[in-house]
DNA sequence: GGATCGTAAACTGTCGACAATTGACAATAA
DNA sequence: TTATTGTCAATTGTCGACAGTTTACGATCC
């Protein structure tokens, strides 16, 4: 029999590590965990190898914050709390460092990797950069039955632009990304596009985004969705560029507007 | 004492795989082999990690096709091969793994990524996007030394075109766009723009791009220069992204007239 | 003859143990 | 006191072995 994976539950402190992975250990009973008993337990023997699922559960404990960046992870320590042995969470890592969340200094551990303002900056350049080729590609693919849908999306978010809703307009924000990156057609750039996004979540000043101006975001959204409807790909191009790029100097005021604390200490190595 | 790490020569049966690796398996006897004798070691020792080692040599391999695309890759004969265990061979494949060169099918084993025609065009498009970002921040930042310099590689390139040297056009071409890149002043974008490159070394058919009008492309090196000079970032970034597009459009076509071999099986999956 | 089933080899997934390195602390010397 | 050196615990890097899966091959049955 495999070993059994079970997350040890309180074995070190951990937060909120839930039993979302428990594969049957003993194949006869099977309590039916009120939650889909069956299908998850194939999706987990499909998986096969815990380094895949120790990858993206550490992969949203990073996104959690339940590690903090500059935190060095200690593999015996998570070895334990997963009730593995430290083989396939190494491999994990690999994976994770590859994507840029962690990063590995020989004989010293792995850290979470640490965004810096100038890091963050170049990963917004980047990510405009996509997001303006997917406005390209969406103004070029799309039907009026999606343009319809994003129109309706807009709408919503005006909404809650104008009763200054942000925990309405926060999560609308993202679902229209992710609509439009995902309707380009490419997914190599779906990819990179979301990576690019994930990266940005270990920027501590990220949160600052919040004040700025909902109004205005949504004003660019209009824009982006209107030469999306014309058919033309280059206002489409340009108007979600210059989206991310005013997204970006938005949230670069904010930082310099208050330099004090955050900034501790840079470049440690 | 570590282990030797030999890269144990004609083990299996391997083409080039040179002792380029040697820590000081004896401290005290250090012949110093005839090239740097130090300094190399103390960089192998500070790399500090056979997976790291392995990593890059076993991109290396697939990118000069020692192993194919579509080609499995057996961990057992890769560390007999390198005498190494397969622990740091599993670490850096999934490491190649993260970077979209190696794909892997569990219990089944890695294998050398195969590029649909579809994927190359895709990732051609995000390249272009990139390309086009990289224009736009050198219009913004290049001196007038730094241009001088590309005039001076296009000038070369022309010298190529005419005399249609294929041969001496390919690496200036190469070295061109290394330098665009490297000189926008985002790592980020340089980063990300490499991988996609090293991607595309995946698809078969990429040797086609070989014939398509050296002057033509060189015509568009010109204007991208030109633009850049100009401080133009707008056109900059247009004659970039154009760049990159078409000459995805030259490869595409270039395929599609030959549509024989080559497309054997898609999607084994 | 062709399909189904069972068996064995090959290989991947995982583990536990050991070797080497790092970083901290204590002891010593200037 | 301060700087240097020696030692030790903690942790990473690597290995060899075992368990479970996949796959190829051959035997059996229709």
Redesign the interface.
């Known amino acids: 029999m495999r070993p059994t994976l079970r997350f040890a539950a309180g074995c070190v402190n951990e937060p909120s590590v839930e039993a979302a992975a428990r594969p049957m250990t003993t194949p006869a009973l099977q309590k039916a965990d009120s939650m889909s008993s069956v299908a998850d337990n194939i999706a987990l023997m ?4 815990l ?2 699922l120790l990858e993206s559960e550490m992969e949203r404990m990073i996104m959690a914050g339940e590690i903090a960046p500059g935190d060095r992870i200690n593999e015996n320590q998570l070895a334990l709390r997963f009730g593995t042995s430290r ?1 396939p969470i ?3 890592l ?6 840029g969340l962690v990063e ?1 200094r ?2 010293r551990g792995v850290f979470v990797r640490r965004l810096s303002i100038e ?1 963050a900056c ?2 917004y ?2 990510r ?3 997001f ?2 997917a406005g390209r ?1 969406c103004a070029a693919r799309l039907g009026r039955a999606e343009v319809a849908d994003l129109k309706r999306q807009v709408a919503a978010m005006e909404k809650a632009a104008k009763s200054k809703d942000f925990d309405a307009y926060y999560p609308l924000n993202l679902q229209l990304h992710e609509f439009i990156v995902d309707h380009s057609g ?4 779906a990819s ?1 596009y979301r990576d690019l996004v994930k990266l940005l979540h270990l920027f501590r000043a990220r949160s600052l985004v919040q004040g700025g101006g909902l109004a205005i975001s949504n004003g660019e959204h209009r824009d982006m969705v209107d030469a999306i409807a014309a058919g033309d790909g280059e206002r489409a191009h340009q108007s979600h560029f210059d989206h991310v790029m005013r997204a970006r100097e938005r949230l670069m005021s904010a930082v310099r507007d208050l330099p004090a604390a955050s900034e501790h200490k840079k470049a440690t190595r």
């Open positions: 499909k998986s096969r190898s380094a895949l083989g190494r491999e994990a690999r994976a994770l460092e590859a994507g590995l020989p004989n890091e170049d990963i350049a980047v405009a950069a996509l303006g080729l590609l490419n997914p190599v750039l990179h």
